[in-house]
Each structure stands twice: as C-alpha cells, then as structure tokens.
C-alpha cells in the first residue's frame, strides 16, 4: 500500500534559526524535490516553506523514506545532522494525513486561525505540480484539505477575531469608521509597535501616514520606512485636529496628550471621532482624554485583553475544526484503503480468466463433436461459474479495505487473498505507476526521527 | 382572509422579535445557531403579509388615510420596509424594527374600526396631513432606531465591551445615516405641521387650534429637535451622541403625537 508521509520541522519542533536554515524560495522547490524524490524514493513529494514551517509531504512504499528524504534535505543545506536532534519530525498514514488537513486548517500555525497558511499551502501544491512531482495521492490529499480548511472558516469562528495587538487596532478604527481610506494616521513616536500598527492601518486603506517624533532622524526614518510623513514634535496639536487614528509609542515617562491638549484639538474637528491607540508603557494618553466626547481611548492592556480573548475563543473553536476536519481526513483514508485494493482485484480476476479459459479449452479438446453454439454455452458456464465464484470475495474485500464493515481488516485480508492465490498484494507495495526511480539509495540518517506510526 | 394574514403575519414578526432578540443576547462565542439566523426571513415575510393585509383594507375601503391606526400600520410597514435593505449590515436594529413592525400591524388590523368610518372632515389637505405624517413617522422610525443602535455601539466602544463577529455598520456610517434619514424626513414632517394646521384651520378656524394644543406643542418639539439637528451639524458640526439623543427626541415627540391622536379617536 501506498503510505502518505508528512516530515520536516516548524515552530512547535524547532527555532527559527534552524527552520531559516531550511527555508526554501520558490526558485529552488524544482531542484530540491525532484533531488529528494530521487534520493529518498518517494513516489511523489511537495514542500512547504513559510516562516513557521518547512514541511515534506511526500508518498512512498511504507515510512522508511521519511528519514532518508530529512537526511537528504539537510545534506542539501550543508546542516550538521547533529543539530537537527530532536527537531524534525516524521508521520505516516493517518497521521501524516491528518496532520496535513491540521496545516491547511491552520490549526497548526502558531496564531491558529490565521489565513495566510492555505493561500501558502494553494501556492506550494501548485508549484509541485507544475513541477511534475505530484501523483494522485498527494493530488487527493491536498485537495481535499483545502476543501476542509475552507469548510472549517466558515462552519467555526476559529479565524473570527484579531489575534495581534496591531490587527486588533485596525479592527477598533474599521469598527469606528468603517473603511479606512480617506482616513489619516497619526504615529506619534517611533517604536516597533507603533509601526507595526501603521503597516497594518495602510494595508487596510488609511490614505495618509505622518510621524511626530522628537528626534527627527528616527522619526523620518521610520516615515522613509512606511511611506508617511515626518513632522517637527511642535507640530503635534495641528496634526491630532487632522488625524482619525493616533497611534503613541514614545518612551516618555509622562503623558505627552492631556485633557488641556485635547479640548482645542477636538473644537478644531467639529467633533470628528478620534482614535487614540496608546501602546506606550508609561502610557502617552492620559486617561482623562478618554472622557472626551468623540474621543476612543485603547491603552496596551486594552488591546491585549482583546487579543487574549479571540485567542481563547479561537482555541475553544479549534476542537470544533477539529471534529470537522476528523470525517473529512477519515474520507480521504478511506480512498486509499480502497483504491489499494484495485490492482489485487484485478490481478484476482486475471487469475480467474486464466484458469477458466485453459479448462475450457482442455474441456472443448474433448469434445470435438460440439457444434459452435454448444462450444460457446460452455464457454459462457466457465466464465460465469469464475464471476459467482469470485463475487462475493470480491465483494467483501472492497467493503472490508473501505473500513466501512467491521474486522476483517482489509489489509489481513488482502494478504491472506494474495497468499492464498499467489498473487502479488497491491496493500503491501507502491503500484509500478505510482514510483520513480529510486536509483540511488540514500544513506541512512544517523540523528533523524524514527517514523512515527499512526 | 383577513385573519389569517394578520395572524399569519403576527406570528411572522413574532418570530423575528425572538430570532434578533435571541441573536443580540446571545454569546457570539457559542456561535449563530438556531432561530436567530432566520430574524431576516421572518421579517421581511411579516412585512410582505402585513403589506398584503393593508391592501385587503384598502379594497375593503379602510384606506392608510382613514384614521390615526391605519396610518400608524402603513408607517411601520414602510419603516419595516425601508430597513430591510440595511438589514445585513444593522442586524442590531432588527430587534427594534421587527416589534415595531408588529405593533403597527395590531394598531391597523385590530383598532381600525375603533378609529371611526373616516377622517372627520376629510378634505384633500388632510389626506396630504395624514400622508406626509405616516411617511415622516416612518422615516423617524428608522432613524431612531439608528440613532439608537449608534448610542449602544458607542457605549460598548467607549467602556471597551469588545464584540467578535461581523462590526456591521461603523460608528461613523450610523451616524451618517441617522443624519441623512433626518436630512430627508424633517421637510416631509414639516409638510405634515403645516398641512396639519391648515387641515385644523380649514374646519374651524384659529379658535379650532386650542383644542390640539398638545399636539401642536409636542410637534413644535419634535420639528425643534430635528430642526435643530440639521442647523447644528451644519454650523457646528454636532454629530455622534448629540445627533442621535436628539433624533431620539424627535422620535419620542411623534410617538406622543400617535398616542394622543389615537387616545383622542
């Protein structure tokens, strides 16, 4: 049989400096599959890199090749196997099965939910069939765990929620002024956060960026840097009556906004809503500014109570997601148990057509005084007593490899029908049109994962 | 015929009432499971009984202009009516349109007959009163539902009560809304007051005006408060809170007017 095998090492295995050494750009998937394909025997192979996760998928006769396609990888890479103990992982069959269905749900990302994973897992299966290394199983695999993804965002809440304190802010402005476009944001100092949240507030539409800094080289760095604008500190109460979103972040140990500055800023905006993001510790809003009319005041701890909250709700949805994605990975083996057992069945038949059609025809040499019609009724009895014969086991060995009846196994079964007929088990190898060349034999890895069964 | 689209169409907004109060109560941790999900369906199906009930009225000669209850139902079906569009985006306010809906719909069916065989003195100016106050009260309807789902939104975002799910409409495009529903209904409801006192100078003369004093009073309160939204946003730029109480106001003034009329009947 077939076995599905899904390897490699991510956030939850390995650091970022070991998972970088991996990354693979989409220039290189070509060489580096069709080398691991070759080197590791896998019948077919994908590869997906993002910044949490670099993931062989792969198909091969049983789990052995997982460990061989791991060592070959990091040969590729030049990385000293033994930094690599304990990092990687490699699944098989079910598993490995349910593990790929896991990724594309994004249940296995580091912010579970998020929606970046699918469109990355599209791009990578679209690049390892363009590249000619896909076959049917990872074909059906991939497929159906994008469907299941797509059913699992919109049957559960699980990507409902901003899950990061910049996504939460653009979420609060969305919900105050609806689209951003057109609106102005206001980043007043120049700490990561605040830009982060900037980069955020332009990718949904905020028209105009100005940064307010008191020192002017970080300031219009950091406005080079986000495509805003700098302006002088002096210039700070003129750009609040014109701004829709303020974002603060210097390392003032005082508020730098206070109830006096704000009162002419809002006569100023004819009471226009303003929105005060404070992410600086001590906070550059006074709290007092909160009170004003028209005026939407989230400090750090505001915005990080959200955060946690949409995490915890998106943790409670994923055993939801999970139950979902349960049925559709149990239909995908399913498949593969039943289309394993197609070449026995037919090798089964050929088998019958054999010997039928040999007695027959030492059966016809002994009558020689049969006219046509009677030669062809006892070439039809032959024939049909093979098909009544052969039925029912047949029968049985579909529904028992579909799992849909209770034991036998289908896999038992299978075996004991090759043994019992001689014949060559479909359940026990990888069909000749399913493998490539596996010409050269990889070494074995010394400080790779055994495979985990499933 | 008549019963069974009021009943049938009662238990329709019935059933909106519940399936949006049951959304809006309800956790959105736990998801939109069950009834609440159909608040829109069985809306807009009461609306399209309701409608169908005021046209059995109207063929049975109790017109939306015949008295205070049938005008009352054709207003709130035209209020229901003009929500349904802005129903995905303002789920929140189904859960004040749809009780609406059906008080309207019990006022016109079951008080019809109880409001008189017609308008007293029934000219052409007080079918144009009657009118242009059914389409005002419908407006303001709306408006206040905006106005008040404005206020519970800002309140939630102000204390920091953080909602998942959908925002629906922002903050600032209820307040432009709100604006513009009373942009469009205050000079139809002055159309109202004026037809309103030439219809009561008409049948009586000036003497005639002290007998609606209180509705006169309580118009001249909803026109100021509408009026004076309009004024205020224009000179200073008064929108948000104060926009929308005063809308509430407005709205508040006009339900007196119906009460008092209807009391009066």
Redesign the interface.
Known sequence: MSTLLAMGLNHKSAPVELRERFAVATEEHGPILQRIRERAELAEVMVVSTCNRVEIYGVAKDLTPGPRALAEFAQLRSIDPGLLDGHLFVRGEADAARHIFRVAASLESMVVGEPQILGQLKDAFAKAKEIGVVGPILDRCLSLAIKSAKRVRTE??IA??AASIPSVAV??A??????LTGCTVLIVGAGEMAEQAAVHLRASGATEIVVVNRSEERGQTLADKIGGRYERWERLEAQLTRADVVVTSTGSTLPVIDRSTIRPVMRA?????LFFVDIAVPRDVDPAV?QA??V?L?NVD?LQ??VH??LR?RA?EAERADALIHDDVEAFLQWMRSRSVGPLLGKLQHHGRTVVDAEVKRALKRLPTLDEKQRAVVEQMGRAIMQKLLHRPMTNLRKAADGTEEPPDGVALADALATLFDLESGMSGVSSDERSGPEHPAPEPTTLPRPEPS | MMLGLFIASALLYGAASVAYGSERSHDREDGREGIERFGRLFLAFGAALHFLAIGVQCVQGDHPLKNIFLATSFATWAAVLGYLPLSRRLSALGSVMAPIGLVGLVLGVVFSRVGGSGVPGATALASAHVTLAAIGFAGFTLAAGVAGLYLVVERRLRNKVFRRGSPGMSLTGLDRLQHLLVLLMTPVFTLAIVTGVLWILERGGPEHLGGRLFEIIVGAIAWAASAGLLVARAVWGTRGRRSAILTLVSFAAMVLIVISYGVGA
């Open positions: 559960t809440e409902r929620g979420d609060l969305t919900r105050i002024f609806g689209n905006r004819r009471q226009r809503p909160g009319d028209h939407f989230y505001d109570s959200i909250d949409n709700i409670g």
